[in-house]
Structure formats: C-alpha cells, structure tokens
C-alpha cells in the first residue's frame, strides 16, 4: 500500500544569512549550524529528502567561509566533511554523501565540515523513507549532473532512473516534478505527466544569471483508487551559470596547430597555475608550446642548443621532475625520424633536446593524425625520499618491431639502456605512467590486426590485442587485456594505491579496464562508459586520467551524425547503484584531424582541464571543469602490490 507522507519542521531550525547564490532560495541553519571559526555550511541538498525503501541518491553539502563564499578543497588547505545517520537501520549515509534507505522512517542526517584540526560547523536534516513496494523507480539523476551553463543559453540535461537492482526503469507513469533553489535558471518544463515508455527524459535549462543552482526532481506515483500519492526525491543536478563555459584560443598568425595535444597544469604556491599545452603544426610540420598564467602566449620551441624542430608529432608533455620550484615543462616528440626529449633550464629560457632513440625507429613520412606512439611520465619524489627523480618514456620502434621503455635520472644523462619487448604487429597507441611510491614505468599499447609473410614464405596473422607492461628488477613483462576487438587510443593511469587502468576505443565505445586482485592472481574488469549516457558515436579520440579519489576521468571525441563533439566523461564520487558515468558536452561541433584530438588532467583539487582541436580555427580550445562541492577526505597514497605482474 502506497504511503503518505506529511512533512513539517520542528522549531530547532534558525534562519541565517546564506549566501547571494541562495538568497532566492534562503536555506536554513540548524541551530547547532553555527560557523565554528571561518566557516559554515550554507546548506545541504537536497534540503528534505525522501528516497524509497531500498533506494538511494546523493546529498551535496555546501561549505561557505563567514563571509559567505563557497570554500573549495584542495591538498593544501582541504576541506572535509563527515556525514553520519541518527537511525541508520532506516537511514545510512555513507563517506561520500550517498543517502541509503533501508526501512520505513525518517533519520536525522548530520554533516560536520572540517577545515584543518579546529575548524569545524555542522548541519542536520531530516530524510524520510517510503515503503519499498510502492514505486519501480529507487534512483533518478540527471546526466550529466554538474555542468556550466552559458548565461542566456539552454541546455538539454537526460534525467533517467534505476529500479532497486541498479537497472534502468522506465519513467512511463506517474508525474515528475523539478524545483530549483532559486531564480538563477529557467526549467521547461517544470512538470512532467508521464505516459509513453521511454527510459529518461529530457529537461531544457537556461542560465539566466550568474551563481550556483540545484535543480531538484521528484518523481510521484499515485495509488491505484487515486487515494494517495507517494513522493520519492532524485538527487539534484548542479548548474553553474557563467558568462562564457570555454575558452577559444586566438591562433598564432601563420600556423595551423591543434593537433597531437597534450596538455600539463604546474602548481605554485598560493594556488597559481599555468597550463601548457604542446601540439603539432601540420603546415610547418614543427612542435608548438601554448602556456597560460595569466594569458594565453604560443610559441615554436626555439632558441636553444640544436633546438631546430622538422616534426613534432605523436608529441607528449609533462613537468620536469627536477625542478621543484618552476615546474617547467618537458615535451617528447618526434624530430625526423628519432625520439627527442625538449626541456628548459629556467622559465622563459631557450629548449634543450636529448635524442631518446640512437637510430631511426619511426618513418617520419607516415601520418599520426589520432594515434600517440609516444609518450611521458614524471615522477617527483617527495622531499623527504631518497628515491631520484624520474622521466619515463615509452615509443614504438618500427625499425625493430618493438616497443621501448627509457628512464632518465637528468635530462641530458640516459641512466638506463632502453628496455624492449618486440611486438608482431605496429601499436595504434603507447602510453605510460608511473608507480607513485617508486616511479617505476608502467605502460600500455595495443595492437592492431595485422597480417604479414613468414620467413616460409605463409602468411601470418596476428589478432588485435591490447597490452600491460611493467617493469620488474629492470626487465620488462608483459600481459595481455582481454578485449572485444577493433580497439584504439589506449591509455594508462595509475590510481593512488598504484592499481593501473587503461580506457580506450573499443568499438563504438569507451571502455575503462582495471587491474584488480582475486587472491594470488589478477584480472582485469571492464566498465563500459554506457547504459544511460548519451550515444557516444565514432569514437575519434581517448585521454585518460585518475583523480585523487581513484575515480577516472575520460576526454574524448565522438561523432554522433551531427559533427564531431569532445565529451567529459567521469565517475561521480556520490553515485550509488550501478555503474553509471556522467558525460558533458563542454565543446563545440568539431572536425577534422585537429577534431580528433584531446588530452585531459587534473590539478591537486582534482578538477578536470582539457584541450581539444578545432579543424576550422587550425587551432584548439581549453576547457575547465567546475568543481562542485566535492569535500571528501583526501586518501593517503601508500605502496601496493596490485601494479605488479603475477607469473
């Protein structure tokens, strides 16, 4: 029998002074809410939960200094917050947020924030569960759940739902309801009478000033006679409204750049970044430097020892581990025919080149409009280590059938002959990374089909395959992922406990594959960035990145009909049932071989910057994702095993 449910508020709550992005929506303080020191928590949404017996969604808190403005978390000054349940056998909560419902109930819910040792405020809510049976539906979201909106632009937001068991549920009866906690945004519509079958909805929102909106969904489902209603709440999606969500980078007059992009973020103190991005110029078939501080300058690498650049591509950038100060970049690229190492001494100053391969081993007339044969990883000790700084970079030699791995102690000094693995058939991609606790190399590569004439004269035929290599005692070993097949753009990341996962093209998807431990052995499990999202298309180009959180984030380009698109892909940290990503659409219609190109990482606040080509500018544009209210625990790295190859 469907339940009723008649809410009401007890005297204990206290009204404070929110900030201006709530002041048309005026949250409330409990009274034990007050800011301890220099911060408070403005509020949390969904600000009445009611979820289904057996459901769940996520909550967001929102932490403000006294001032009111809203606290972001980083390494150095983090913020956290802890949640904690009055009843958890009819309400749970656990560490990121996610509101479980286990029995017919309410629970008051607590959030304390923290910022350093003696800095806390805490904050209540009351969630109510309603009877299991009652509805098909435990969970709605929205996808992509945290997103910019331009100011006076409509968007299109996909909100779906899951039954108890974490699979899609139609959304074919009953009503859906969206509140938004202020007048920042437009929602057409704001009701919803549910009558054909169809596995989500669609919401339009414009931004019409700036600032901060929840927009909330509520789902509701009358009894058969029409007697009641039962109401469940769906987690709310997060809108920032802003003048301009991207950045369109001028071009350099006379150049056509924008691809083979890779992109690296150096960190000061004070919280000051620079963004780097290398790239290729098709015309002048050099390497190009695009930074950021506090506006965009290009320039060609020049102005060094033998610094003359004839290609550039397949080029790979990240910061040199041994300057701790200056954060300087370091890009590998081709030059001709050879593997080069560019570098600087000082900011600003001319580039330096090291040759990483002694002979030729890549044909210096072949194209690499959307592959990446080459590839770098940094490692940077922390000060108190005895352990030196690392450069490690991975290449294809086709000169040999094999793929290599180098490492550098200084970058003029090779400190270790190159170690290889010969290969049957040519990698459509390398990528390496690195173990946090040693900065020992770890790499990916996969394959292609390919068929090739014996020494006895037959032919041969070598299937697609996609590889882990790691480096063990100075050799290398390798092992094979199971894949599907037709695969492409393989990359490798590293989580904080040193697990490797690879994301790649594997058909007209994008896969996420992990390295995980069952008892003495290893395998690797996929997830399929698929089910509720959005049709991905011709998969054109995948990077790759692991947050702080060991969560994944995914840059890559698809072709779904309607143009070319670079999407952003990640795991949010408070999603409950299921397996589900949300993607967002930060970039404009794309083309081309630019098009395809995109690279992604993420600064010590785990936020997301990306790069993507743009074919009709001969240039490409920078993209930052949002951090929205994302105050966990930051974990502590620690060495593990999992990285290791079991024989």
């Known amino acids: 029998m469907a339940l009723t449910l008649v809410l009401s508020l007890c005297g204990c709550i206290e009204d404070k002074s929110p900030p201006d992005e709530y002041k048309n929506g005026r949250s409330q303080l409990a009274v034990n809410g007050a800011a301890n020191g220099s911060i ?151 009701e919803i009478n549910l009558t054909a079958t169809g596995d989500a909805v669609e919401i339009r929102i414009k931004g019409l000033q700036k600032g901060f909106s929840f927009i909330t969904p509520y789902y509701e489902l009358a009894s058969a006679d029409g007697s009641e209603t039962v109401r469940i709440t769906g987690t709310p999606l997060v809108v920032q409204v802003k003048d301009s969500v991207e950045t369109s980078l001028p071009p350099k007059t006379g150049f056509d750049g924008g691809g083979d992009l890779s992109i690296a973020v150096g960190e000061e103190a004070g919280g000051y970044k620079t963004i780097y991005a290398s790239h290729y110029d098709k015309t002048a078939k050099g390497l190009l430097l695009s930074e950021f501080y506090s506006s965009w300058d290009h320039k060609t690498l020049g102005g060094g020892e033998n610094t003359e650049v004839d290609a550039g591509r397949s080029n790979a950038i990240a910061l040199s581990p041994f300057d701790l100060n200056r954060n300087l970049p370091m890009i590998v690229a081709l030059k001709g025919k050879r593997v080069t190492l560019y570098y600087q001494r000082s900011r600003g100053g001319g580039w330096f080149e090291t040759q990483i391969s002694p002979t030729d081993v890549i044909d210096a007339n072949r194209s690499y409009p959307t592959e990446r044969v080459i590839d770098i990883s940094a490692f940077r000790p922390p000060e108190d280590s005895s352990l030196p700084p690392l450069v490690n970079i991975a290449y294809y030699d086709s000169a040999q059938s094999r793929v290599c791995v180098v490492s550098y102690t200084s970058p003029t000094t090779q400190s270790a002959a190159a170690k290889c693995l010969a290969t049957e058939a040519p990698p459509h991609s390398v990528s390496v990374a690195h173990n946090n606790g040693t900065g020992e190399p770890r790499m990916v590569y996969g394959a292609r089909k390919y068929s090739y004439i014996a020494a006895d004269g037959n ?113 949010p940290p408070f999603r409950n049932l299921g397996s589900r990503w949300s993607i967002d659409d930060p970039g404009q219609n794309i083309a081309g071989d630019q098009g395809a190109s995109s690279a992604i990482t993420l600064d010590s606040a785990n936020r997301a910057h990306l790069v993507y080509g743009v074919a009709n500018k001969k240039w490409f544009n920078y993209w930052a994702e949002p951090n929205f209210f994302d105050y966990r625990n930051y974990p502590i790295a620690f060495y593990s095993g999992a990285d290791l190859i079991s024989r």
Do not use: C
Request: glycine residues 8%; without cysteine; hydrophobic residues 40%.
């Open 459 to 571: 032919e041969t035929n070598v299937s697609e395959a996609l590889y882990y290599v790691a480096r063990q005692s100075g050799d290398l070993y390798r092992e094979q992922i199971p894949i599907d097949g037709n695969a492409a753009h393989a990359s490798i990341a590293l989580d904080r406990n040193n697990k490797p996962m690879a994301a790649l093209r594997e058909g007209a998807y994008v896969r996420v594959y992990s390295r995980e431990a069952e008892e003495a052995t290893f395998k690797w499990a996929r997830d399929p960035i698929s089910g509720f999202d959005p049709v991905q298309g011709e998969i054109a180009s995948v990077a790759f990145a692991v947050d702080g959180y060991n969560e994944p984030r995914l840059a890559f380009a698809s072709n779904t009909g309607s143009g070319v698109k670079i999407r952003y892909a990640r795991k």
């Open 40 to 190: 408070l928590i403005a509020s949390i949404f969904p600000r009445t939960p009611i979820i289904a017996e057996g459901g769940s969604i996520a909550l967001t808190a929102v932490v403000t200094d006294g001032a009111g403005k809203i606290l972001e978390s980083t390494l150095a000054e983090p913020v956290s917050i802890s949640w904690s349940s009055s009843n958890p056998s009819i309400a749970s909560v656990n560490e990121k947020g996610g509101l479980f419902g286990w029995k017919l109930g309410s629970a008051t819910i607590t959030a304390v924030a923290r910022k350093g040792a003696n800095v806390s405020a805490r904050y209540n809510i009351v969630a109510y569960v309603a009877k299991r049976n009652a509805l098909d539906v435990a969970e709605l979201f929205f996808n992509p759940m945290q997103a910019y909106i331009d100011m006076n632009v409509e968007r299109v937001f996909r909100l779906s739902a899951v039954d108890y068991a974490g699979a899609p549920a139609s959304l074919s009866e009953g009503r859906i309801k969206l509140e938004t906690n202020n007048e920042n945004v437009l929602i057409t519509p704001q």
